[in-house]
C-alpha cells in the first residue's frame, strides 16, 4: 500500500538517489585520501633521502654518517644506500644484501636511480628482504648519490598500512551521514504526506463523488501551490460540468415535453427495429397495430410492428424517407419513415404518424353531402321540367288538369324552398351562428299547443297523439319557435313511421338540473345498426320509401343542433317492431 503511493514511490526513489550518491562519494573519496596519502608518504620519504644524502655528503666517513642517518630517520621508515653491490648499508637488520640489491638494480623503475642517476617513485608490495611480508602495499622513492667519489643511491621505503585507519574513519562518517539521510528523508516522506497527498486525496473523493452525479461536491484550498491551483481548477471544472449537466437536462425535458405534447406520433427504431422512444400517440397507434396482430400472432411489445416492419425494411435498406398510408382497427395512419445516420451508416429509423381518420371523414361526408344535396335537387327539378313542359306542350286537356299540373310544380318549388332553407338553417347551426330568443315558457301550454297542431294529421293517419306532463306549471326557459320545430320533426317522424291503431305520446319530466322531453311512438322501430347514424344529415333509414315523400333526412340533424345550441343533449332507444323514444334534456340556466 505504501509502496504503490506516490509518497511511497517519492521516498524510496529519494534514498536510493542518496544512498547511489553517497556511495560514489564515497569511493571517491577514499581513493582521493589514498593518493593523498600516498603523495605526502612520498614527499616524506624524498626529504629522508635528501636529509640523508645531506648528511652523506657532510661527512667522509660512510660509517659514521650511516649511524647518524639511522638515529635521525623515522621509525617508521627505512633506508638503504646502495653503493655497489657489496656496499649496501640500511636501517634494517639482517639484510640479505644480495637479494636486495637484486632487488633494486632490476626492477624497472627503482633501477633508473642507480644507473640513470634519476629520482624515482614507486608503489608496490614490499618484498620479505625488505622486512615486507608481500601482502601490505609500501611507497619506495630512489635518489641519486652524486657526491665525489661515491657513487650509487639511496632508497627510503615506508608501508602504507599507516593510512588504512584514516579510511575506516572516513567510512564510519560517511556511512553516518547515510543514517541520517535515511531518516531524514523518512520524515520529509511523511511530512509531504501529510501536506500533499491529503488535498489530493480529497480531491480523488470529490472526483468519486462526481462521477457518482454529486456536482455540488467542493475541494478545499488548503495550500498556493501547483496542488492548490489543480483544486481551484477541478472546482471550477465541477462547476461547468454542473452548468453544463443542467443545460443538457433542461434540453432534454424540453425535447421531451415538446415530443409528449404532440399531435402527430413519434416512434424511434435502433437498427435492430427495436423500439426506443414513442410519445403517446404513437402509444395508441401502436396499440391499435399489436391489436391486430395477436389475431395471428404473439410479439414482444417493443419490436417494429408487423404493419410497420415492411416500411421500415425498406427505408433501412435504401437509406431514404418513405412515406405509406396504413389502416389498424379503422383508423388511418399517414406514416413517414426517415433513416437515422451514425456518420455514413444507418443506426436506425424515426418514424412520424398522423392519425388521419379524422380528415378522412370529413373528407367523406363532404362528397357525401354535395351527392345528397344533388340528389335532393334532382328530383323536384325533374318534376317542375316535366310538368312545366307538358303545360308549355299543351299536353293537359281541361283546365282543371292545368291547375294540377301548376299544383305539383307549386308544391315541388315550396319543398325545393323548404330544402334550401333548411340547408341554410343547418349550415348556419353548424357554422355557431345560432342566435336564441330565450324566454320563459309554461310547459302545459306550450306543449298542448304543438299536439293540437298535429290533431288532424293524427286522426287522418288514426293515432293517437297526446301529451303526458309531471309539471304542466312548470316554467321552462327555452327558444320556443326552435323548440317548437324540434317537436314538429320529431312528431312528424314518429307518426310517419307509425301505423294505424298506433300512438304517439309527449312525455316532460322535471329533473333536479333541467326539463327532459320525450317523443315516443308505438311505430316500426330503427334497426340498432341504423341507430347511431340517424342524427347525419341526409340519412334515412329506408330511402326507397321515403322517396316522394317529403322526407330529405335533415330534420334529426337540424333537431340536434337546436339542442346543442340550448346546451342541452338528444338521444334516441328504439327497438324494431316495438317503437322509438327520442329523449332530449335541456339544463335550467343557473
Ligand atoms: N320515430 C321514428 N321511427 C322510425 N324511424 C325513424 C323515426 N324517426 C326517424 N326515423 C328514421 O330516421 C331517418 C332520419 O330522420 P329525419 O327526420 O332526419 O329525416 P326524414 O324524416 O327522413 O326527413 P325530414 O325530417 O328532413 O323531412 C328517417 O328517414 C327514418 O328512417
Ligand atoms: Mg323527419
Known sequence: MFWKSVVGK?????????????FILTVLLLEFFHNQSMEEAKSSL?????????ILEEHSDIEQSTQIVWQIIDPNKDVVIVLDDTNIYSSLNDLNKKEVYQLFSRDETLKKSLVNDRQVSETTYLSSSLGGDNVTQGTIVGIPINNDGMDGAIYAFQSVDSSESTNAQTTIFILIAVGIGIVLTTIFAFFLLSRVTAPLRKMREAASELARGKFDMKVPILTNDEIGELAIAFNQMARQLKYNMTALQQEKENLSNILINMADGVIMFNRDGEILVTNPPADDFLRYSFLDETKQKKQSGNQVPDALSDLFLEV????????AEITTQGHDWVILMNPLYRQNDIRGAVAVLRDMTEERRLDKMRKDFIANVSHELRTPIAMLQGYSEAIIDDIAETADEKKEMAQVIYDESLRMGRLVNELL??????AGHQTLNIEEVEVGSFLGRISKKFQRAAQEKNVDVYTTLDHPEALVELDPDRIEQVFTNLIDNALRHTPGGGEVQIIQRTLDNGTQFDVKDSGVGISEEELPFVFERFYKVDKARTRGRSGTGLGLAIAKNIIHGHGGKIDVYSKVGQGTTFTFFLPAKK
Not at 10 to 22: A, D, E, N, P
Not at 46 to 54: I, P
Not at 425 to 430: F, K, N, P, S, V
Open 10 to 22: 517519492l521516498w524510496m526513489t529519494i534514498i536510493l538517489l542518496f544512498s547511489f550518491v553517497l
Open 46 to 54: 624524498f626529504r629522508t633521502a635528501k636529509q640523508v644524502e645531506t
Open 316 to 323: 433501412k435498406g435504401t437509406g431514404k424517407a418513405k412515406i
Open 425 to 430: 338553417d343547418l349550415a348556419r347551426m353548424e
